[in-house]
């Protein structure tokens, strides 16, 4: 099983982006699924949570920016950050629990997100 995130890039503060992460491999079905954040210097950070069903966490900073969404069909997490600004800069993470034989919980690699003027 694997989750290889994309979408990452170098913007300017207000703009938006779209991270999208892919599962792929042998599982039934996914659980869970998470947009994490590491800035430069920083812990990693839970950005987004989306449960199978649809119901969404945010992290108080992009609550109202940033809209965490999913396809169960196509096994693909969305993140959709709007009015980017400097502190969102970081290497984002897709998560998630998938369930094959045991219920797993997997990471892909980071995307890079850099907002500057």
């Known amino acids: 099983v694997q989750l290889q995130a994309s979408g990452g890039g170098l913007v300017q503060p207000g703009v938006s982006l779209r991270l999208s992460c892919a599962a792929s491999?042998?599982?039934?079905?996914?659980?869970?699924m998470r947009w994490y954040r590491q800035a430069p210097g920083k812990e990693r950070e839970l950005v987004a949570s989306?449960?199978?069903?649809?119901?969404?966490i945010y992290v108080d900073s992009v609550k109202g920016r940033f809209t965490i969404s999913r396809d169960n069909a196509m096994n693909m997490l969305y993140l959709l950050m709007n009015n980017l600004q400097p502190e969102d800069t970081a290497v984002y993470y897709c998560?998630?629990?998938?369930?094959?034989?045991?219920?797993?919980?997997?990471w892909g690699k980071g995307t890079h997100v850099t907002v500057s003027s």
């Open positions: 998560n998630a629990d998938i369930r094959g034989s045991l219920i797993m919980n997997y």
């Open positions: 491999g042998s599982f039934f079905s996914i659980n869970d």
């Open positions: 989306i449960t199978r069903a649809g119901n969404t």
